[in-house]
């Protein structure tokens, strides 16, 4: 039987992407921003192309600011505290997956 790990209890890349949408199993019951949700899609997108090795390193951080940046301009004073702390979660879990991807 295998013994959970820390990782094991860690949320998934794509529910905090999933919570930023506003869908998946931890929606908030009230809706996002308008755009907010659209922001969800860059970082899917950028997952993917860190998952498949075409960004270095700088990009991945600049892109993780850049999108942080929109998202909480996007947000405004709607839900600002959850919508901060999903993305700057989004940016220590891309940044490991870029680790796990990257070694």
Do not use: W
Request: glycine content about 6%; charged content about 30%.
């Amino acid at each position: 039987m295998k013994k959970f790990s820390y990782e094991d209890l860690q949320p998934h890349v794509e529910m905090l992407i999933d919570a930023l949408e506003n869908r998946g199993p931890c929606p908030s019951g009230m809706p996002h921003a308008i755009g907010v949700n659209e922001m969800a899609a860059e970082y899917r997108a950028l997952l993917g192309q860190v998952r498949n090795g075409l960004l270095d390193f700088d990009r991945v951080l600049h892109d993780l600011q850049d999108y942080k940046f929109k998202t909480l301009e996007l947000t405004g004073n709607n839900q600002r505290h959850r919508i901060k702390s999903i993305v700057d979660a989004l940016d220590s879990y891309i940044i490991k997956e870029y680790n796990k991807h990257n070694d």
